[in-house]
């Protein structure tokens, strides 16, 4: 592994950065699922609470993946002869030493220049909706120093879009309360249009920025801060001894301080800000939250607090393997990638700004979340109810601020939901949540399991000519977007994908006694079983799709698109096709998509737009779902390497996505995180190159791929079921996972190597037979497994 930026800590939990020059800012999340902070190693990164479109705080900048501003900057001036750089070396660029370190909730920056040395520290504690900024200065020098320190934060308070169009008029509708070390800032114009539906107001949110030391001055103006023809690396207002005075309200908003200091030889001084967000009601001048944050203990409070919230999230599920990589992203950054995934859908990174957090995207991710907070998932499932119709259309969106949403054009999105519901049904035995009343968009309201049924009613009689269900404006595949424009083309991805939910929804259905559905659930399963086997199977793979005219889209001897990655993958998730066929269909993915950093969408990429497939066709070849290696997709693959068996080759592909192992001057995306996808071998000249950090389905996948099918471990419905598929070379791996409240302990020894088997297991010293374990009945369980041929 290439230890040229950085590496992890001894357990994993860090990812060190020993260069400020990466090949891009590699972030951070810090979040309580409510405010979060996106945070560089170089302190770079905006803010924003729930929904990064219109609860913006700290401003993003335009071009945020590469200049990396505005940021959470501390100038510092040496007042003896006038010199000014910038802590965390950003951005003007000056220092002698410098170690990031991300970790689970907070991020540190160390830095020296000039004999100062400066500690930074930056979080955000689970009961606050604040970041945290410490400051430490040391002085290293053998003489006294006086110096000034400047702390700047930039605002955008509401809509990010509006404020990147129009931040000269939108600074008309700013308004800012001073106090003697606090500022409240105000919006009295808000404008927010998800789809087709606009609100429009005063922005019903209040910002704070505070401080533990009394500043010397403050100032609010940007414009007076950085001056005309200048920028952040030499602001106009630090060349005069003191901040110059200037109006707030009705300006382009920053909050910056500046303290003028002594230090000894060998002293230090630190200060504490805190930027949080209040509800528009309360009084902002006697809030608790606010004055407690005046005082530095609080932040020494919060930081306990903040680092002992992630440990315990993430001790939910742990894995010990022989691969450090793995254990890493495991028990750490795959989790912490996923929450943020789970609470803020694909919007907010440094290349996404406004997508919407939308509905096949959070089932997934809450799928993710399933091993570590049951609970959370609950409630998300129960808000994510609320976002269907009477007939079993789902919105496209599911945004946490009460906005309106509309009907979705993608046809899948119902299914995601039922298989969540189920998983979490599975994972927790809490029946109750099927008869939770939830509204509907379109009046009334039902029980989830009524909108379970609505969604899988509604798409078992949508069907096309050839019985396969109809693609409309897209499926998974939201850029394969005409295929069906017309009414008529098909998917067999969700012909497969619609088959697995059915089987994975008819022990319910059973347990509910509701006969009715489950015979025509099941005549419909098989005979879609039947087509997609009697029509779509070409010789080595499955078709994609069928288009309007009824030709097919991913067949053999096609120049471009010839074969799809989510039609063989499916196919072996689904079950739906005789062995052979299935493992056909994975050694053709492998044969045509695979890559050192995993497997293309499809191939061979598409060279010029179709009208009759879609966007898809009009992506660069080789870049994102246009035969890009997609992370996702590959991610789906890995688990049906496992269900086949074939451990080696599962773990194979799981460690090429890996993004720890890649070269980061090609790769350059963070190496602790997945991206989206990897620009794939159609497009030679830049193959390996990262793409759209840290917001992807991936996370969630990779993550249960791992503990439920490679180390095999998964609630069905009548216990856990058993079915380790590894890496012959391993030994052995051990997993600890909370299931239904009890701690269990998975041993799993693997004496003759072989790739899946389980020849006996033991349940606390008993040996049970076959390999479904019966649901806790202890609080701790320990289970020894020997791999092997059943005996
Ligand atoms: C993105 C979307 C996801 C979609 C995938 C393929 O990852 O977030 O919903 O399935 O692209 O188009």
Known sequence: ??????????????????????????????????????????????????????????????????????????????????????????????????????????????????????????????????????????????????LSIYSLAEFVLGNVSLDQHESQIMALF?????????????????????????????????????????????????NI????????????????????????????????????????????????????????????????????????????????????????????????????QINAMINWWNKLQVMVNFHFGRGPSYYHKGQYPAMRDSC????????????????????????????GAACGGCNRIDLPEDRSIKVDLPLWFVLVVLDYLRETGDLG??????????GGESTVLEKMLAGVDRMIDERGPHGLPLIGQGDWNDAANAIGTEGRGESVWLAQFLYFVIQQFLPLLKDRKLAERVSTYSERAEEIREIVNASCWNGDWYVRAFKDDGSPVGVKGQAEGAIWINSQTWAVISDISPRARLEACLDSVEAHMGSAWGLTNLAPGFSKPDETIGLITRFRKGWKENAAVFSHASSFNVVARALL????????????????????????????????????????????????????????????AMSDYIIGVRAEWDGIRIAPA???????????????????????????????????????????????LPFPTAPTHGVKIIMGTPG
């Open 1 to 146: 592994m290439s230890q040229k930026y950085g590496h992890l800590n001894d357990d994993g939990s860090e990812y060190i950065i020993t260069t400020p020059r990466t090949p891009r800012p590699w972030i951070n999340y810090l979040t309580n699922g409510d405010y979060s902070a996106l945070c560089s190693h170089v302190g770079g990164g905006f803010s924003f609470y729930k929904d990064h479109r219109y609860h913006s705080i700290l401003r993003r900048g335009a071009h945020v993946q590469l200049d990396d501003l505005p940021a959470r900057l501390w100038y510092i001036k040496d007042e003896g002869n006038g010199d000014t750089w910038t802590a965390n070396h950003h951005p003007i660029g000056v220092s002698d030493t410098f170690e990031a370190r991300h970790g689970m909730g907070y991020t540190t920056i160390q830095s020296s220049a000039n004999l100062i040395d400066a500690q930074a520290r930056y979080f955000v504690p689970p009961n606050v909706d604040a970041e945290l900024w410490t400051m430490t200065l040391t002085n290293k020098r053998d003489v006294p120093v006086s």
């Open 174 to 222: 700013n308004e800012v309360e001073e106090a003697k070390r606090t500022l409240i800032l105000r919006k009295t114009w808000w404008h927010t249009q998800n789809g087709w539906a606009e609100v429009e107001g005063h922005w019903p949110k209040q910002v704070f920025l505070t401080t533990s030391q009394t500043p010397t001055r403050m100032l609010t103006d940007r």
């Open 225 to 324: 801060f950085l001056g005309p023809f200048r920028g952040y690396h030499n602001p106009a207002a630090l060349e005069p001894e003191l901040l110059p005075d200037g109006p707030g309200s009705g300006k382009d908003l920053v909050g910056v301080y500046q303290w003028r200091i002594e230090l000894a030889p060998g002293e230090f001084w630190s200060t504490q800000i805190a930027i949080g967000i209040l509800p528009e009601t309360e009084d902002a001048a006697t809030s608790t939250t606010l004055l407690s944050l005046q005082d530095s203990a609080a932040y020494e409070d919060a930081w306990q607090q903040t680092t002992a919230y992630w440990h315990n999230l993430c001790s939910g599920l742990r894995i010990a393997t022989p691969d450090p």
């Open 726 to 772: 590894l890496d012959p070379a391993w030994p052995s791996v051990s997993m600890e996972r909370t299931i239904r409240g009890s701690r269990y302990c998975f041993q799993i020894e693997n004496p003759d190597g072989v790739e899946s088997g389980v020849r006996t297991i033991e349940l606390d010293g008993t040996p049970i037979s076959g390999t479904l």
């Open 645 to 704: 068996g074939r451990g080696s080759d599962a773990i194979d592909l799981f460690r090429r996505l890996l993004p720890l192992g890649k070269d980061p001057d090609l790769y350059c995306m963070e190496p602790y995180v997945y991206s989206q996808f990897v620009v794939g071998p159609d497009c030679p000249e830049e193959h390996g190159r990262g793409c759209y950090h840290w917001l992807t389905g991936t996370a969630a996948w990779m993550l249960r």
């Open 364 to 391: 997934q991710d809450a799928f993710g979340v399933m091993p570590l907070a049951p609970k959370l998932v609950r409630a998300k499932l129960l808000r994510i109810a609320g976002f269907f119709f009477a007939d």
């Open 433 to 442: 949540i099927l008869d939770e009343l939830v509204p509907l968009m379109d």
